[in-house]
């Protein structure tokens, strides 16, 4: 299955690094626009610097609902519309239950969900102009619970069901969905979970164990799914939550003991 975006004006927030970077390469290579938008204008330049002349920056923070009015208006501003808004920025923040601080709370929840919100809220507009579309980056940790990541599991399970919901309020102008990934070889991954370990090998044998395909996923593999629900081969597809996690939330791994 090819892609062609050819003349698609597409926003990637969080387009700097790991999914979103993947993100932004693949919809270039598929002939797209690209406004990518970083937290930093410092962020947004370094990115840039790899990139050809078809991709601009929008730099801006999504934890503030300004700043995503902010960063729509101005790739609509540069690219005279949108079609595609694609919500990859996020963070993960691994703790217990009983060290979480209300600040730790409100960083998450306001970057992961409370950013996809405000932002599909400004694109609104462009995007019922163009009869476009929004995917989300949820995760399978938005699916199913995991141990130490209560409230990057709230923020992940919101950004489901407002796909959901979304999905219902903006048929059939505007098509919305979102993908569940598992553990992807991001340098958030490698740095926050891999290598900050101590025994960075057997903790990657670890991560790639828990999913029953046994592998972690590269970044691209992801953006394919993304790039396939924002294209017309998906255009009878809204409100899905595409599960890209190898096989974690499928079920329990081992058999059940004999009754």
């Known amino acids: 299955m090819s892609f062609d975006f050819t003349a698609k004006r597409v926003l990637v927030t969080g387009g700097t690094r790991g999914i979103g970077a993947a993100t932004v390469e693949a919809f270039l290579d598929a002939g797209a626009r690209l406004a990518v938008n970083g937290r930093s204008v410092q962020s947004t330049e370094k990115a840039l610097t ?52 209300e600040a730790d709370w409100d960083d998450v ?12 809220q400004a694109a609104l507009p462009h995007l019922r102009a163009s009869q476009g579309n929004v995917v989300n980056l949820a995760s399978d940790a938005g699916l199913i619970g995991e141990v130490g990541l209560a409230v990057y599991c709230a923020s992940k399970g919101g950004v489901v069901n407002l796909t959901r919901a979304l999905a219902l309020e903006l048929a059939p102008d505007v098509r919305v969905n979102c993908v569940c990934p598992g553990y992807v070889d991001t340098d958030m991954v490698r740095r926050d979970v891999i290598n900050a370990s101590g025994d960075p090998r057997a903790a990657e044998r670890t991560l790639a164990a828990s999913a029953p395909l046994n592998r972690i996923a590269p970044p691209a593999e992801i ?26 939330t499928a079920g329990h791994p081992r058999a059940s003991p004999e009754k």
Request: hydrophobic share 50%.
């Open 223 to 248: 953006a394919t799914a993304i790039l396939y629900l924002a294209s017309d081969h998906a255009r009878f597809i809204t409100g899905s939550a595409l599960q890209i996690d190898g096989g974690t």
């Open 50 to 101: 790899h990139l050809p002349t078809e991709a601009f920056g929008v730099a801006g923070d999504v934890a503030s609902a300004s700043d995503c009015w902010s960063i729509v208006a101005s790739a609509v501003a540069e690219m005279g519309g949108l079609d595609v808004l694609v919500n990859c920025a996020g963070v993960a923040r691994g703790s217990t239950v009983e060290s979480v601080t």
């Open 109 to 120: 929840l306001d970057i992961n969900l409370k950013g996809t919100f405000f932002c599909i």
